[in-house]
């Protein structure tokens, strides 16, 4: 048996608004992408598991093996090797996940699925999501890098594991997603 996470995986979401524009009509509604709720899954699952286009991904939480461990884990989202972004670290302690959001506090949840990462806005369900200026420099290649660190015991050394999700982002469009070890 392992108390060590060894994979992760990310999937993403567009959050579409409607907004309002001139057109040679008069005033015109439009939908326009404002960012990305973004999940997280860690643990133990098949390396078949994979990304999927349009930002899904092949695991369902049937196939994830939970590790009830002590671990951190971050994502830092890059454009080829610049670092866009950087969510603020969570910290596990058996399955209970808990981060400190820089917009709506200290969270919880359960490490046993797919988490909700913390974000820079909330969408129409309240749910957190990170806003498309917070981190989109243009359409190119992205990574969504999560950074695993198992901890043991005092004394011991802790194991650290990087994982990423890579995509093109073409007009906050999800293309060409693959998972990278």
């Known amino acids: 048996m392992t108390r060590e996470v060894l994979d992760s995986a990310t999937r993403v979401f567009k959050v579409l608004k409607t907004g309002t524009r001139s057109g040679p ?61 950087v969510m603020p670290t969570v910290t596990v302690s058996g399955l209970d996940a808990s981060w400190s959001s820089t917009f709506s506090g200290t969270q919880t949840g359960k490490a046993n699925g797919w988490l909700g990462m913390p974000g820079t806005g909330l969408n129409d369900q309240s749910t957190e999501y990170l806003k498309k200026d917070d981190f989109y420099d243009d359409s190119g290649c992205y990574s969504f890098e999560i950074e695993i660190t198992n901890q043991f015991y005092v004394g011991d050394t802790a194991s650290t594991y990087t994982l990423a999700t890579v995509g093109n982002l073409i007009g906050m469009k999800m293309t060409q997603l693959k998972m990278v070890k």
């Open 25 to 85: 009509d008069g005033t015109e509604s439009y939908t326009y992408t404002d960012g990305l709720t973004i999940d997280a899954i860690v643990g133990l699952f098949s390396p078949s598991e994979r990304a999927q286009e349009n930002g899904g991904h092949t695991l369902d939480n049937l196939g994830l093996i939970p590790v009830t461990s002590d671990y951190t884990f971050k994502m830092t989202i890059k454009k080829g090797s610049t670092t866009q972004y």
